[in-house]
């Protein structure tokens, strides 16, 4: 009888661990020029100023773990590639900018996301003075 007990007591650990480990799913990717308290967009845009910082906000509308991936374009000049491992009891929203010291050059851009390897979406922004 305690030896059921015992299995009932790791069953029961390992379907909680379970539900708590899903596979993050992000739903929605917003794209703009500043941020909100949550790390959502504020400013939605697809055209900035070549002194603007650029945010990408991934959101995801349920739990989740995982490991979020942005790859940020010139064109197809690769500029940045960054990485986030995330985890969320709910939903949430991961951001990741892009910033020049030096001012972008005037021209078409895009940034990639993956999560887990897999693509999600990719958002095309240009940068015009």
Request: aromatic letters at 8%.
């Amino acid at each position: 009888m305690a030896r059921l007990g015992f299995l009932g007591a790791v069953l029961v650990t390992a379907v909680l661990a379970a539900a708590c480990s899903q596979p993050l799913q992000v739903e929605t990717l917003q794209l703009g020029r500043s941020l909100n308290a949550d790390n959502s967009v504020a400013e939605p845009t697809t055209t900035f100023k070549p002194n603007e910082t650029v945010y990408v906000s991934a959101l995801n509308a349920d739990r989740g773990e995982g490991t979020i991936r942005v790859k940020w374009y010139y064109g197809t000049q690769l500029l940045s590639d960054r990485e986030k491992k995330v985890s969320f009891k709910g939903a949430g929203a991961t951001e990741f900018n892009l910033q020049s010291a030096a001012n972008f050059p005037p021209g078409d851009y895009s940034v990639e996301v993956e999560v887990n390897g897999a693509p999600v979406g990719k958002r095309n922004f240009s940068i015009s003075k």
